[in-house]
């Protein structure tokens, strides 16, 4: 079979009908094993295992090798913008009396194409608030950081943040503005912490609240309304000397800090921030109910946000169905914790408007190419 041959049997099966079912098909079996995958995976790990990645692993029990069972969305969704842009450019007449077909084309290429957008940029966070407090920063209550803060200063803070992403590498971290360096002796990606007893093996801790506590490995958690607690063993240098090993957790409340060189640093596990370029002001939180119920009737959130350049700013009221955009954030009454905390759910996704522009062309396409059909059947009545 000559080059040419296998060239055009290619393009055929890149082009082909068959391929649009097949690829479709997929689809529908990876939608279906998401959905009863986040049962124990959760929805963020069921979505990001299924449709967000190029092959589903299934790991072999017992061992460390995983196999590819199938092809993951992220690959089904490549394959099948392709086959539809080939047989678009394929088969379409580049006429008039095809402009709606290919709109509607267009309209669903666009639409598989902004989840991909999606999938790469959009960002989601939390802004707990309480009333009258101000916040410059959201947080990402699944993904946590080591921060080291320089509390010198009692008018501000200077905080470096390490990742959990750099924290379970382990190794040595250089902090860069200070001349603290971090190193990781442990991470535990989920661990529970308890008071030690006799006996316990010996502390890990040789400073801080740490030495008195036992932390214990926890299979990480996947529900959706869990969040793991990541603990860290970190050994702080600067100077040439070691302050000892520490033991990080959002579980210690205690504070814990160091000097070096008159210069106080403490150290934080805490849920990762993403700080702002204005200011967030809780003024007031309404939960009502339905009388003589617990049934909730109405969550509302009085905000002020506070100009950039130290403006007069502006207040807004948020609830639900009724979202703030500002600066590209989108804020969403999402809960509350006790009488006086809102919690606001806070999205960052450019390609918001995709699906709205995609589904308006599809059915745009859908429209014209009936019309098109139904003048041309009116003008063989006529004649």
């Known amino acids: 079979m000559s080059d040419a041959t296998a060239g055009v ?23 279906v094993a998401c959905t009863l995958a986040q049962v124990s995976l959760g929805t963020l790990g069921a979505v990001n295992l299924y449709m967000r990645s190029f092959a589903v692993w299934w790991k072999v029990p017992g061992t460390e090798w995983s196999i590819a069972v199938l092809p993951g969305g992220a690959l089904v969704g490549v394959v099948l913008i392709v086959n539809l842009v080939a047989a678009q450019a394929r088969r379409l007449e580049r006429s008039w009396r095809k402009a709606g077909l290919w709109i509607a084309h267009a309209g669903l290429v666009l ?63 250089e902090i860069p503005g200070t001349p603290v360096a971090l190193v990781v002796k442990s991470f535990l990606r989920n661990a529970e912490l308890s008071r030690r007893g006799p006996g316990d093996p010996p502390a890990l801790a040789t400073a801080g609240v740490g030495a008195s506590v036992a932390a214990r490995e926890l299979p990480p958690v996947t529900a959706d309304d869990a ?11 600067a100077g040439g000397r070691s302050y000892g090993t520490w033991l990080a957790s959002s579980e210690l409340g205690a504070p814990q800090s160091f000097t070096h060189e008159g210069r106080t640093y403490a150290l934080a596990m ?10 967030v002001t809780l003024k007031e939180f309404r939960h009502d109910v339905y009388p003589g119920t617990d049934i909730p009737k109405n969550f509302s959130s009085k905000v002020r946000i506070g100009a950039p350049e130290g403006g007069p700013g502006r207040e807004v009221l948020i609830y639900m169905n009724n979202p703030l955009r500002y600066e590209g954030l989108t804020y969403y009454q999402a809960g509350f914790d006790g009488e006086h905390t809102t919690i606001l759910q806070v999205v960052r996704n450019p390609s918001w408007l995709v699906p709205y522009v995609s589904c308006g062309a599809i059915a745009l396409g859908l429209a014209v190419q009936f019309l098109i059909h139904l003048a041309g059947f009116a003008r063989g009545r006529r004649a």
Do not use: K
């Open 227 to 237: 969040a793991n607690r990541t603990a860290v063993y970190v050994e702080p240098w």
């Open 111 to 173: 639409l598989l194409a902004g989840e991909f957008v999606t999938s790469a940029l959009q960002v989601e966070a939390q802004l707990p608030v309480e009333v009258g407090q101000t916040r410059n920063y959201v947080e990402s209550p699944r993904e946590v950081e080591l921060a080291l803060v320089d509390v010198t200063d009692p008018s501000h803070d200077d905080a470096y943040a390490v990742p959990d992403s750099l924290l379970s590498q382990g190794g040595r971290i």
């Open 270 to 279: 805490r849920a990762r921030r993403d700080y702002l370029p204005y200011s």
């Open 9 to 31: 049997r290619a393009w055929r099966a890149l082009t082909s009908l068959q391929l649009t079912i097949a690829c479709l098909a997929l689809l529908m079996v990876l939608v």
